[in-house]
């Protein structure tokens, strides 16, 4: 129990403080630096964290197959979630729904996966004992 918590708390955090930040009518009020960047821009890098927390999730996963596969099911999770987001956000008042922005979560969260990937194997590689001459 304490290793998914440990690898999956972080993903569920961050996905709840997504979630808070949706329900919000007016978001640049609760994080007023978005406003000085585009908002596609904030969406790929909103994305881009929850994607490499996933991928750091399925990369420690028991399961053999979740690690192989971990860039592919982070990137899938991160678009599922930024389409539910979506979806939310039609809901919100003065808030609006837009298929531009999903792709921006789904182009960030395989960035972020793919740099958790890669920071990860690097971490492994360098963590292998030194062969002997």
Known sequence: MM?????WGPVC???ALIFYVSSQSHPEEQVPFVT???DKAVHAVEYALLGALCCRALYGSQREAWRRQAILLAII???LYGISDEIHQ???PFRE???LDWVAD????AVGAGVMHRVLSLRSIHSLPEALP
């Open 90 to 92: 039609a809901f919100v």
């Open 13 to 15: 955090a961050y996905a």
């Open 77 to 79: 999770i991160t678009s």
């Open 97 to 99: 729904s837009s298929g």
């Open 106 to 109: 789904t182009i960030g969260g």
């Open 3 to 7: 290793c998914f918590l440990r690898l």
């Open 36 to 38: 000085l960047f585009s």
